[in-house]
T-cell receptor, first 112, second 108 residues
Framework: ETGVTQSPTHLIKTRGQQVTLRCSSQ?????VSWYQQALGQGPQFIFQ???????GRGNFPPRFSGLQFPNYSSELNVNALELDDSALYLC???????????FGPGTRLTVL | RKEVEQDPGPFNVPEGATVAFNCTYS??????FFWYRQDCRKEPKLLMS???SGNEDGRFTAQLNRASQYISLLIRDSKLSDSATYLC?????????FGAGTRLTVKP
């Protein structure tokens, strides 16, 4: 096990709602990255947080936002949910942005 | 063109076979490279990092060719437990780009 945990494991929301996903990083890691993985695709980079600051962002709209706490845990917030937001959301922790990333088990979000 | 492209697969091989996966990337400034494996409905798990000098871990060998922007993974003596999706990953300035993955099924 990587020591990276995510909650909840599954979530069902309706279009237009807002959702918050949580991630606890591996002990000693100061960087958390978030990914969206649609069925049959590789994970797509959403953004990364390093020491509580956003440290890179992929091609996702502003309704995807996040933050990192002093203990390096992190949240991903998605506003105005769309049907296409249905996916597995993965967080990964690392010691620094370029270091090997270790993934949590993911949160499976379904938007109806 | 996708930033990271992999063999489309799927690969269906018998136990004991040798199988090779290829991956190309478009950003020549990419700094680090990895292979991850992902089992069905599970998270990706690091298989190995990839270095220019090539590296081996048991039955697995990874190679990187920076000039051709090409990464490979060779699996020798395939086991049933090797069945999974293999993801090629390229990192540039904290931005990890994943390929779509290649599915491998090893059959008895």
């Amino acid at each position: 096990e990587t020591g990276v945990t995510q909650s909840p494991t599954h979530l069902i929301k309706t279009r237009g709602q807002q959702v918050t996903l949580r991630c606890s990083s591996q002990s000693g890691h100061n960087t958390v990255s978030w990914y969206q993985q649609a069925l049959g695709q590789g994970p797509q980079f959403i953004f990364q947080y390093y020491r509580e600051e956003e440290n890179g962002r992929g091609n996702f709209p502003p309704r995807f936002s996040g933050l990192q706490f002093p203990n390096y845990s992190s949240e991903l917030n998605v506003n105005a949910l769309e049907l296409d937001d249905s996916a597995l959301y993965l967080c990964a922790s690392s010691l620094g942005g370029r270091d090997t990333q270790y993934f949590g088990p993911g949160t499976r979000l379904t938007v109806l | 063109r996708k930033e990271v492209e992999q063999d489309p697969g799927p690969f269906n091989v018998p136990e004991g076979a040798t199988v090779a996966f290829n991956c190309t990337y478009s950003n020549s400034a990419s700094q680090s490279f990895f292979w991850y494996r992902q089992d069905c409905r599970k998270e990706p798990k690091l298989l190995m990092s990839v270095y220019s000098s090539g590296n081996e871990d048991g039955r697995f060998t990874a190679q990187l060719n920076r000039a051709s922007q090409y990464i490979s993974l060779l699996i020798r003596d395939s086991k049933l437990s090797d069945s999974a999706t293999y993801l090629c990953v390229v990192n540039n300035n904290n931005d990890m780009r994943f390929g779509a993955g290649t599915r491998l099924t090893v059959k008895p």
